[in-house]
């Protein structure tokens, strides 16, 4: 999984590691309105059926149109009438030249009005059938009656990604992060809904979740939506003995904790408050812990890793999954630009508790109340790494060779390897030493 941070996981980066088999949270450190478009432009970015079609009207201006196609990340917009039924469909093929005609012209003079549809319950060979004889990249799937049922496009129906995470509609899992905090305006409750329909799983994001004021938070929160939830971040088996045990949460909804405290590499938590978890010691407190009072739950072990050789040593502690930012950070996918420092690309890369991070105003409740002004977090830049699947290619590739080594054909039998405590004379010796030189 790729963290919930603001210069990890955006849109890009949640769909690109979905469509690898992977997940992408997406931060909260902006508005609601910012997350439920984000969300959106997730699901929506593959699946044999869209069922959240864009429609406009036919008497709508083309500058709509555009303006449409540009913030839901799309190339084409059915037309339907007022009577909801469909009409025509309009794409950025039929967008006009000058920019007088798109200011001003209505939808009705450009749009195909000649639609070429299917009805509802075709199989996706036939939709690869009629799109493929018709030359069309996208199917609007149309009841007896007129009335538009969904949209299929060609780039959905092509096996192009076979191990993609998807829902059960085939639409691309999508994760978010939320503050424990119950939203108390009936706006922002609304616009949390709206974000339910779309999210697969909420993630509680929070440095130390186990405080009383988070868990009430949360336990409003999983009565108010209805996808699942991940809770976090915890270090100790008391805090998850106590969550499982103690706590009336949705049990249905309740499907992982999230662990480790101040392990990240731009993290300074422990440092600034004395308190932390690290993540191979979290990991194995937790696993106990889940073992004992409810093996149904997954274990993700959050922040700290450094190289793909870590991978084999969190599933051997316990973890089902892992989360990373410091891994996916530098890649094309993250949010920001690309930037040359001494003559190396680089990318921006900084904490959740950094100063640029929390004074931006809506992350502050993720560390201690009323401590803004103590930084947990530093900012600062990683090197430049390329796409994402070179990244997982070579986090897939150290896992397994590790997975061989320890003597494990699959994740569950990694939790029976061995593990011992290395001494810093060891480490130096695992690590390359006593050469002449760097090359």
Do not use: W
């Amino acid at each position: 999984m790729s963290s919930a941070m603001d210069t990890v996981t955006e849109e890009n980066m949640a769909i690109s590691m979905a469509l690898h088999g992977g997940l992408g949270v997406l931060h909260r450190n902006c508005s609601y309105e910012r997350q439920l478009e984000m969300c959106r432009i997730v699901k929506r970015a593959r699946s044999f059926v869209i069922d959240d079609v864009a429609t406009i009207n036919p008497n709508a201006k083309v500058s709509k149109a555009k303006f449409m196609m540009e913030n839901y990340n799309i190339s084409g917009i059915v037309v339907t009438n007022d009577e909801k039924k469909v009409c025509g469909i309009f794409t950025k093929r039929d967008i006009p030249f000058f920019e007088q005609d798109i200011k001003n012209g209505a939808i009705k003079d450009y749009m195909t009005k000649d639609v070429i549809s299917i009805k509802p319950g075709a199989s996706r060979e036939d939709a690869l059938k009629i799109l493929y004889e018709s030359r069309k990249e996208k199917l609007p799937i149309i009841d007896e009656n007129g009335f538009l049922k969904g949209l299929i496009t060609k780039k959905d129906l092509a096996p192009e990604f076979p191990l993609a995470s998807k829902d059960e509609e085939g639409h691309l899992l999508c994760g978010m992060a939320l503050s424990p905090k119950f939203p108390e305006s009936s706006q922002a409750k609304e616009i949390l809904k709206e974000i339910d329909n779309y999210v697969d799983i909420f993630f509680i994001d929070v440095a130390d979740f186990y405080k009383k004021d988070d868990i009430e938070g949360t336990i409003k929160l999983m009565k108010f939506l209805e996808s699942d939830f991940v809770l976090g971040n915890i270090g100790t088996y008391q805090a998850a003995e106590y969550l499982m045990t103690k706590v009336d949460f949705v049990e249905e909804r309740f499907i992982g904790l999230k662990v480790g405290m101040g392990s990240g590499s731009i993290c300074t938590t422990s440092q600034q408050t004395g308190v932390g978890a690290p993540t191979l010691f979290a990991t194995a407190q937790v696993a106990d812990a889940i073992q004992d009072y409810n093996p149904k739950l997954s274990l993700i072990a959050d922040g700290g890793f450094k190289n793909p050789g870590d991978l084999p040593k969190a599933f051997a502690a316990g973890a089902d999954l892992i989360m990373s930012g410091h891994f996916f950070a530098g890649t094309d996918e993250s949010p920001g630009f690309i930037d040359t420092i001494a003559g190396r690309k680089v990318k921006v890369y900084r904490g959740m508790g950094s100063k640029e991070a929390r004074t931006s105003g809506y992350i502050s409740d993720r560390y201690v109340e009323g401590s803004k002004m103590l930084t947990e977090g530093v900012s600062n830049y990683v090197p430049y790494v390329g796409d994402v699947l070179g990244v997982l290619a070579t986090l897939k590739e150290g896992l397994a060779n590790g997975m061989i080594y320890a003597g494990a054909e699959c994740i569950k039998e990694m939790k029976k390897a061995s593990l011992g405590i290395v001494s810093v004379v060891g480490q130096r010796e695992t690590a390359p030493h006593d050469l002449i030189g760097k090359f």
